[in-house]
Structures are given as structure tokens and as C-alpha cells.
């Protein structure tokens, strides 16, 4: 698998929920010129983010849609709980605990994960594990007091 498959980016988050964190990454996501993808669980949570990409920042929203929406392929940040790369997105996001499926498809795989949250943490390091036996490109990203993101490892 190695030098195969996206690049894996593990974010914990300790200092910052997903509210935040979530439309900043996306937002790099779409400046790159990269179409995302987020993959949620839960149908609920996916629209409560959804709704926080419109009003995330005062100068600003970011363009987006759900699955279950007309013409989800046009979408460049789509919210879906399945696998299927429906936007031919190149980034990923994995939030929520979602499947991990398939991610030949994208050039970056982003899992967030919350730090206060055991199961999570459980879950994360299971990931990890299985990803690095597997010989992915895996890397680990921590927010550091002043709220910037470092990479840990």
C-alpha cells in the first residue's frame, strides 16, 4: 500500500470541536482547488454542519450539499454517509466515527476525531494501527495551546 491510496491525516481534537475545526480544513480544501467529500454518521449531525458551512465565517460560506439532495455529483463539499465518491471529490473527510470504505479515489483522508470522547480515542488508535500495519501514509496532527495544528507524528 505504500506510495499508493491518499494521504492520511489524523486530527485530534482537544481545543476545538468539529464546529471549528471542520470549515477551516475545508476551506484549505476548497482554496487548493480540491472537491471534498465528508462522510457523518449520523444524518442529524451532517446537517447541523452543514448549516455551520454557511454562516462559519462573517466574509464568507462554503458551497455544499447532501447525498440526499438533486444532483449531489455537482456538489464541491458533499455530506454523505455512504462510500460511493458521488462529487469525484480528491479529500475526504471521515468525522463521527463514519466507515472508513474505500479511498483509492482521493488524494487526502482527513479523520477527526474527538479527543474528550474515549470511544473515539479507541476507535482513532484502532485506525491507526491497521493503517500503519498496512503501510499507509498516515500522519498524526495536534492543536497546540495557541490553537495552531502541528504535526505530531
Same mark, same amino acid.
Given at each position: 500500500m505504500?506510495?499508493?491510496?491518499?494521504?492520511?491525516?489524523?486530527y485530534?481534537?482537544e481545543r476545538?470541536?468539529?464546529?471549528?475545526?471542520l470549515?477551516?480544513?475545508?476551506?484549505?480544501?476548497?482554496?487548493?482547488?480540491l472537491?471534498?467529500?465528508?462522510?457523518?454518521?449520523?444524518t442529524?449531525l451532517?446537517?447541523?454542519?452543514?448549516e455551520?458551512?454557511?454562516?462559519?465565517?462573517?466574509?464568507?460560506?462554503?458551497?455544499?450539499?447532501?447525498?440526499? +439532495?438533486?444532483?449531489p455529483?455537482?456538489?464541491?463539499?458533499?455530506?454523505?454517509?455512504?462510500?460511493d465518491?458521488?462529487?469525484?471529490?480528491?479529500?475526504?473527510?471521515?468525522? +463521527?466515527?463514519?466507515d472508513?470504505?474505500p479511498?483509492?479515489?482521493?488524494?487526502r483522508?482527513?479523520?477527526?476525531f474527538?479527543?474528550? +470522547?474515549e470511544?473515539?480515542?479507541?476507535?482513532a488508535?484502532?485506525?491507526?494501527?491497521?493503517?500503519?500495519a498496512?503501510g499507509?501514509?498516515?500522519?498524526y496532527?495536534?492543536?497546540t495551546?495557541?490553537?495552531?495544528?502541528e504535526?505530531?507524528?
Open positions: 505504500a506510495g499508493q491510496g491518499p494521504q492520511i491525516w489524523f485530534h481534537l476545538s470541536g468539529l464546529e471549528q475545526v470549515p477551516t480544513l475545508l476551506d484549505k480544501v476548497m482554496q487548493a482547488g472537491r471534498a467529500q465528508v462522510r457523518v454518521a449520523d442529524d451532517a446537517r447541523h454542519l452543514g455551520a458551512l454557511w454562516t462559519w465565517r462573517d466574509d464568507s460560506f462554503l458551497a455544499h450539499g447532501h447525498s440526499s +439532495d438533486p444532483h455529483g455537482r456538489q464541491p463539499i458533499l455530506f454523505t454517509s455512504g462510500t465518491n458521488v462529487n469525484q471529490a480528491q479529500a475526504l473527510f471521515i468525522v +463521527d466515527g463514519s472508513f470504505g479511498t483509492e479515489d482521493f488524494q483522508c482527513f479523520i477527526l474527538d479527543g474528550q +470522547d470511544a473515539a480515542l479507541m476507535q488508535r484502532e485506525r491507526w494501527k491497521a493503517l500503519k498496512a499507509a501514509d498516515i500522519s496532527w495536534r492543536q495551546l495557541e490553537g495552531r495544528w504535526k505530531a507524528g
